[in-house]
C-alpha cells in the first residue's frame, strides 16, 4: 500500500502542465514559406510540444509544457525571426489581407 502512495506521489510530481496558446502574428503570415519560418524558429523551443499554422485564419497554435516556459516568453520569441504575436481572445477571428508575396515563384515571400 505504500509503495502505491509513493508511485502515485512521484507521478503527480512528474505530472507535465500542458496548455495551449493560440496567437496571431504581424505582419501577417501569407505563404507556406511563413508558414515554415513561424514553425522551424518554434519549434526547438524550450517546453515547445507542437506548432500548428493556418495562413487561412491567421493562427498560430501553440502546446507547451507551463513547467518549462510561458505565454510571455513565447509570444517574445516571434521577435527573434521578424515577427510580433498576440494571443487571441477566445472566438476572436482574424480577416486574412489580401497579399501577393514578393519572389514566391522563387520559394521566398520577401514580404
Known sequence: MMMMVLLLSVT????????????????????????????????????????????ENQTVTIQYD?????????IKAFEGFGFNARKLADGEKITKEEHKCKGESEGGCGE
Open 12 to 55: 503527480i510530481v512528474n505530472a507535465k502542465d500542458i496548455r495551449t496558446l493560440v496567437v496571431t502574428t504581424t505582419p501577417q503570415m501569407h505563404c507556406q514559406n511563413c508558414e515554415n519560418r513561424v514553425k522551424n524558429n518554434l519549434k526547438d523551443a524550450k517546453g515547445i510540444k507542437s506548432v500548428e499554422t493556418s495562413v
Open 66 to 74: 507551463a513547467k518549462k516556459t510561458n505565454e510571455e516568453t513565447l
